[in-house]
């Protein structure tokens, strides 16, 4: 904790002489596997570290992208990388290149919709996908991609064009960063609201060993489905 501290104010209290430029790579979330230790999601203890940048991405080309941008940046990146992803075929994506770079602070809206708005990141946005795509409605699905800057003008948009949100995160609901967007939301959109903003995320309770249980913790792409048709109908 004192590290993460130190590397995160260093700018600050040296009036920018000097500068933490790192990457620390963290494996986590479910797999095919359960277990207590590696598959917990815990980017909000990061989110509360003054300084430091958090990238979360959902697939390989955007792994790479935020990657690099991070190398080359003189900040220090707390990098997540999702254990699901690991040679999943729905977070294969061709390699874009020595280049490629992607913005930290600029989310990928994967679908465009005018019903209704669901803000995620991570392994959570191919469920979210899943969750939307057999439904007869117009559904808008935002990758945040990184989440220390998160890229509020784009899900404040979105919000003002659907008039509700469902907000879909693997970390636990209890303090988690769909709270600093719900708030967010009720701050500067509540009267584009046509309904209440619902989270779905995993209850303050270990992953089970077992795979059964752990599918019972982490949102379920049936769970996230039951959240968006109830809201849609609200």
Known sequence: TEQINNCGTIRWRTAGNFAAPMVVRIPGGYRKIGDPW????????????????????????????????????????????????????????????????????????????????????????????????????????IDLRTIVPWDKVTVLASVAKTGKCLIVHEDISLGGFGGEIAATIIAEAFLDLDGPIERVASPSVPVPFNTGLMEGVVPTVALIRQKIEALLAF
């Not at 917990?40 to 989110?47: G, K, P, Q, R, W």
């Not at 300084?51 to 707390?78: K, Q």
Request: charged share 20%; net charge negative.
């Open 38 to 141: 590696h598959s917990v999601t815990s980017e909000i203890v990061f989110a509360h570290s003054p300084g430091w940048l958090l990238a979360f991405p959902s697939n390989a080309e955007d792994a790479v992208g935020l990657l690099r941008t991070a190398l080359r940046g003189n900040d220090p990146v707390i990098f997540f990388e999702h254990r699901a992803m690991l040679d999943a075929a729905w977070a294969r994506r061709p390699y874009p290149g020595d280049d490629y770079m992607l913005p930290f602070g600029k989310a990928n809206i994967i679908q465009a919709g005018t019903d209704l708005t669901v803000v995620t990141w991570g392994a959570m946005v191919e469920r979210c996908e899943a969750a939307a795509q057999p439904l007869n409605a117009s559904i808008e699905i």
